[in-house]
């Protein structure tokens, strides 16, 4: 989950697992609270406050007067694949007229495949090399000829799964 919250997280040490030790904040509000209860009910982890970072990377909001500078908007994740998420930091200098920094994450996804799913798919292999002696070559374009010259005379009444074996067999052979 991304999103502007409006959560000021504060250091609570019973959230450590949750939140992380890098809080721009050292009291949280109201919001923040809500998050915090939020996260750990679905077993996530906020993310935006676990990377070490100087403050300028760590807030995102600016307030009018220019001296308040507030970590607002954060970046929530499952805790099973929070290792997926790398870094997640402010970035300031893009060109927009609001008072929020772009929240940045680096991302690593993993994909994986089951054994049981790779052995449903079984692939025949081919020793295409042998094509590359003569005498192996010259058979294998015969073959080829006479079966698509079978092809060409083929009844439509002719089962096409039939004639299809027939060219995995000549292939095959």
């Known amino acids: 989950m991304v999103g502007d919250f409006n959560a000021k997280l504060g250091r609570d040490n019973i959230f450590k697992l949750t939140i992380g030790n890098e809080i721009l904040h050292q009291v949280g509000n109201d919001n923040g609270i809500r998050i915090l209860n939020f996260a750990t009910s679905r077993i996530l982890v906020v993310k935006s406050t676990m990377f070490l970072h100087r403050n300028v990377r760590k807030y995102n909001r600016t307030c009018p007067n220019g001296k308040t500078h507030k970590q607002i908007d954060h970046i929530l994740i499952d805790r099973r694949w929070h290792s997926s998420i790398l870094d997640v930091q402010s970035f300031r200098e893009a060109d927009y007229e609001?008072?929020?920094?772009?929240?940045?994450?680096?991302?690593?996804?993993?994909?994986?495949?089951?054994?049981?799913?790779?052995?449903?798919?079984?692939?025949?292999?081919?020793?295409?090399?042998?094509?590359?002696?003569?005498?192996?070559?010259?058979?294998?374009?015969?073959?080829?000829?006479?079966?698509?010259?079978?092809?060409?005379?083929?009844?439509?009444?002719?089962?096409?799964?039939?004639?299809?074996?027939?060219?995995?067999?000549?292939?095959?052979?």
């Open 98 to 173: 609001t008072d929020h920094s772009l929240v940045i994450t680096n991302v690593r996804e993993r994909l994986a495949v089951s054994k049981q799913a790779a052995r449903q798919f079984h692939v025949e292999r081919f020793n295409v090399r042998k094509l590359s002696e003569l005498e192996v070559k010259k058979q294998y374009q015969i073959e080829i000829t006479d079966r698509f010259a079978a092809l060409e005379n083929l009844n439509e009444s002719e089962d096409i799964k039939v004639v299809w074996e027939n060219i995995k067999e000549t292939i095959k052979t």
